[in-house]
């Protein structure tokens, strides 16, 4: 059976990634979360197993098949996703046997041809009345040639192609094979597919040049532009109450249309503040992990409440403020007002008085969204001080709200990014609830530990006046020798 590591390996080798490091900044992810998979502490989700295969030049569904079996701990269970990958390599073998050997192996460097003296290939293969893409097996898998001429005998040797997107085709039988349908079923690989091909155009992932960086190109169209010219200052937002002087964060994610859930958050703390992008700390992290388990990777756009850093309390007459919340529903009116926008997520009680503000306006009653307000992310540290016990409390109390607002969500998002089964959370953070920032969110230049990692921004100093002027950033160990 596949193993992380092995897979990871079949992905570097098949693209010339020297490095983990690198190989997280293709995938998304975080350091971290590539050495546990290399370890076996943790699997690869089935987002970042079809990518992973796509690299490798495997097949997604038996890739999917191997890491949901490696993930499930009933042994039962397991067996069944066990039998059902080793069907999928089965049935490429059984369809068109082709095994490589070490001359002329494909850019995946798993398998190839056998070339005789006269030029020809020499390998065991299979010939039909048709021209269905040829599946190879291998140590790893299953992987795909395509347009090799079967006249004769004879196959001219074909290395992959540039791109992992060049010509992938939906997996698709020459005949009608019966009861095989139901496995296909079960991997929406077609979609996942189109996903990664959307994503490599978007630039939100690299697999041709592992050395690109994604990034976010910022406000560079209307009505976005006037918003970040002409924005409120410490006449709206008295500097008794907001850190006005570290300037206003405006938002992180989709301005392009696209997004399918807008996120409403509180404030920008000090990571924030130096980002230039809002939810960029844990709360952010924990909020990945609540869109990815609607499907949304990438389709979503995410403001604020409040445009500064909150210092202290805010007084009621400032939320009343006419001035303050009119041009929050500018926002609110370019992002949803004809848009494709399903659902909107308010994280704590101040968005969730933003999104009512909004609401009674005659935009927000035009508008018809599925909504749901939901405990702020990092409520639990929070309210608990320091104690454990009522850290595990809340966090299950969290983690009840979280479930309640997917079950009104998971109907409303009818178009995610990614194909999911609903997976309701436990009562206490899982692997995969946490997941890290996309560089495609953030300015460019940023490095990866900024989006990967966080507690590296700290308010320090002797008094209050201190804390509010100074933020210390430290590069977080393991990152310089």
Known sequence: M????????????AKGITSNYRLARVLDTSDNTLYRWKKGESVPDDAHAVKLAHMAGLDPGYVVAAMRALR???????????????????????????????????????????????????????????????????TYG???RTEQSTRNHTRPHRTAPAHPTADLQPFAHPRPLGPIRP???????????????????????????????????????EPFIGLCSDYPEADVYPEDQFRVEWGPVFHRGRLDGSARV???GQDPAQHETIVRRILVGEAGRRLQGLLAKLGVTRSYVCINTWLYSVYGDVKSETQHSAALND????????LLVGSQVQAVIALGQAADKAWATWRATPSGRQVQVAYAA??????????????????????????????????????????????????????????????????SDLPAGLPAWMHERDGWAVRVGASELAKRRDITITVPSGIVA
């Open 374 to 439: 939901v405990t702020h992310p990092t409520q639990p540290e929070s309210s608990s001080k320091g104690d454990k016990a009522k850290l595990a409390a809340a966090t299950a109390k969290l983690l009840q709200n979280w479930n309640a607002a997917l079950d009104v969500l998971w109907p409303a998002v009818t178009h995610p990014d990614v194909p999911i089964a609903p997976v309701a959370y436990g009562s206490t953070w899982a692997d995969g609830d946490r997941r890290a920032i996309p560089e």
């Open 142 to 144: 299953l992987s795909r």
């Open 72 to 138: 499930e701990k009933d042994p039962e269970l397991r067996a069944v996703w066990e039998d059902m990958a080793n069907k999928l390599s089965a049935l490429a073998s059984i369809r068109r046997l082709n095994i490589g050997g070490p001359k002329g192996g494909g850019s995946d460097g798993i398998g190839g041809e056998f070339e005789d003296e006269a030029g020809s290939s020499g390998g065991l293969h299979s010939k039909s009345d048709d021209d269905a893409p040829l599946c190879v097996m291998s």
């Open 262 to 264: 807008l996120v409403i």
């Open 183 to 221: 496995l296909e079923a079960a991997f929406p690989v077609t979609a996942l597919r189109a996903q990664y091909r959307r994503d490599a155009a978007f630039g939100a992932i690299s697999t041709e040049r592992p050395m690109t960086h994604a990034f976010d190109p910022g406000y560079i169209a």
């Open 327 to 334: 041009y929050r529903n500018r926002w609110l009116d370019a």
């Open 2 to 13: 596949l193993s992380t590591s092995d897979l990871m390996a079949a992905a570097k080798g």
